[in-house]
Nanobody, 119 residues
Framework: QPHTVESGGGSVQPGGSLRLSCVAS????????IGWWRQVAKGREEVTCI???????EYTDSVKGRFTISRDNTNNTAYLQMNDLKPEDTGVYYC?????????????WGRGTQVTVSS
């Protein structure tokens, strides 16, 4: 069954950085837009999306200027660079692959990776 594999989570202090990875398993990444969402204390929050080509990105307001999504189609991997992390960024981060290309729904996803921001 195709799915994604998220990694790179961990525990950091406020102001710290983490880089999450999303590897495509059983499918070819360049045929899908990739999005990241997170399950945080207040519920599910869509974080960011990158188009199939990588030329277009979207971010939720709370992470603009701090998070950067990217993709390396040759390595079947997408990334989420997270800088200046805040306690409210704590949660489980998931990446999904969307054939339609707009990250409004996902065809494949993974089990997530935990991010904890605490002093």
């Amino acid at each position: 069954q195709p799915h994604t594999v998220e990694s790179g989570g961990g525990s950091v202090q406020p102001g710290g950085s983490l880089r999450l990875s999303c590897v495509a398993s059983g499918f070819t990444l360049d045929e899908f837009a990739i999005g990241w969402w997170r399950q945080v204390a207040k519920g599910r929050e869509e974080v960011t999306c990158i188009s199939k080509s990588g030329r277009s990105t979207e971010y939720t307001d709370s992470v603009k200027g701090r998070f950067t999504i990217s993709r390396d189609n040759t390595n079947n991997t997408a990334y989420l660079q997270m800088n200046d992390l805040k306690p409210e960024d704590t949660g489980v981060y998931y990446c999904g692959a969307d054939k339609w290309g707009n990250c409004r729904g996902y065809d494949y996803w993974g089990r997530g990776t935990q991010v904890t921001v605490s002093s």
